[in-house]
């Protein structure tokens, strides 16, 4: 098997958890879920295929269906009294956008969760069910109440940003602090996605799951990325778009709208933080600086030499940055800063 190290691992941005010192690929028998796409065993990433073997489906009963959905999830090994880190996915992606991060995280001795949004992960959507904002919003507050049942470090990268922000405004009693990630949460919805026939919704849906689509997404993203790197990373990030309920979903969110949160950022209470790449070509890092001038309580990071996605590219630096803020007790007054 080809080994692929995370990139860009710098021994002066180690963590410096005993355990923590590198991520460690273990050498089992690749036995993946049956309900992943049989896809799966092209991956050649070792991180992805590792935290693909853990990902289940739990049991979520929702109002707006009669049975439960079973929903995807990565659940943690071990459970203590600590509030647990949840992380969420970026817009139509899944658990595995965490392949290293999370193990960093677990090592590092936190109950960790990393969750599928309803419409895009690994759920079983036969009985298809609305994946609209208020349907992705309660469904992971019914996951939240059955299975995590503590208040939470609740993570979102890009849009999955919005997904918190919206979630910790309706249901703030689940979270503790928010992480927010290279955050697009300035974007009015989808637009004029929301009007368009279904025929070319359902076209939409086709080219957003091409691999050239994904590829160009991925040189956005990251710097430098050799081409067989990115070409797996986009078998990895496309996987999900493969079950069969997959564009049924997609057009239903994109003709939904879709999240629009700019009013409720003010509204957050919990104490935050902002985590920015410093050469994100997808969002600038203007508007990191204007959503740390807008939240109530946040501090601010960035991480040099990074992308779109640092819990991708610069996992250690996050991770680093995420239990520096967990661990703070003292709350800081929020000082508008002008450059990042």
């Not at 936190?110 to 904002?133: H, M, N, Q, R």
């Not at 049924?248 to 790449?277: P, R």
């Not at 819990?311 to 003292?330: G, T, W």
Request: proline share 7%; glycine share 4%; with cysteine.
């Amino acid at each position: 098997m080809l080994l692929l190290l995370p990139p860009k691992f710098p021994s002066q941005t180690r963590l410096s958890f005993p355990s923590t010192h590198k991520l460690k690929v273990v050498s089992e028998i690749d036995v993946f879920p049956s309900f992943l796409p049989k896809e799966v065993h092209r991956i050649k990433d070792p991180f992805a295929r590792n935290l693909a073997k853990r990902i289940q489906r739990l049991p979520v009963a929702v109002r707006f269906l009669e049975n439960p959905i079973m929903s995807s999830c990565v659940k943690p090994m071990m459970q203590n009294k600590e509030n647990p880190i949840v992380l969420l996915h970026g817009f139509d992606s899944s658990c595995l956008e965490w392949r290293y991060t999370y193990p960093l995280l677990e090592e590092a001795g936190y109950e960790t969760w990393a969750v599928d949004i309803l419409g895009w992960g690994f759920c079983d959507l036969e009985k298809l069910p609305s994946c609209d904002v208020v349907s992705k919003r309660d469904h992971f507050y019914q996951f939240w109440k059955s299975h995590i049942k503590k208040a939470m470090i609740l993570v979102g990268p890009s849009l999955g940003s919005a997904v918190v922000i919206d979630f910790a405004v309706n249901y703030p009693e689940a979270v503790e602090k928010l992480v927010l990630i290279d955050a697009s949460v300035y974007a009015e919805g989808t637009g004029n996605l929301a009007t368009l026939p279904r025929a070319a919704a359902y076209a939409g849906a086709y080219l957003l799951k091409s691999i050239p689509l994904r590829l160009y997404a991925n040189f956005l993203s990251f710097t430098n990325l050799p081409f067989s790197t990115s070409l797996d990373w986009t078998n990895v990030g496309r996987l999900h778009c493969l079950l069969p309920w997959w564009e049924d979903a997609t057009v239903d969110f994109m003709t939904s709208g879709g999240y629009n949160v700019v009013s409720q950022i003010k509204q957050i209470k919990q104490k935050t933080i902002i985590i920015w790449g410093e050469n994100d070509r997808i969002i600038s890092n203007k508007l990191g600086v204007r959503l740390h001038c807008e939240l109530p309580d946040a501090i601010i990071r960035q991480i040099p030499d990074c992308g779109h996605l640092p819990h991708v590219e610069r996992p250690d630096s996050l991770v680093k940055l995420i239990v520096e803020f967990v661990q703070s007790k003292s709350t800081t007054e929020n000082e508008c800063v002008s450059p990042l």
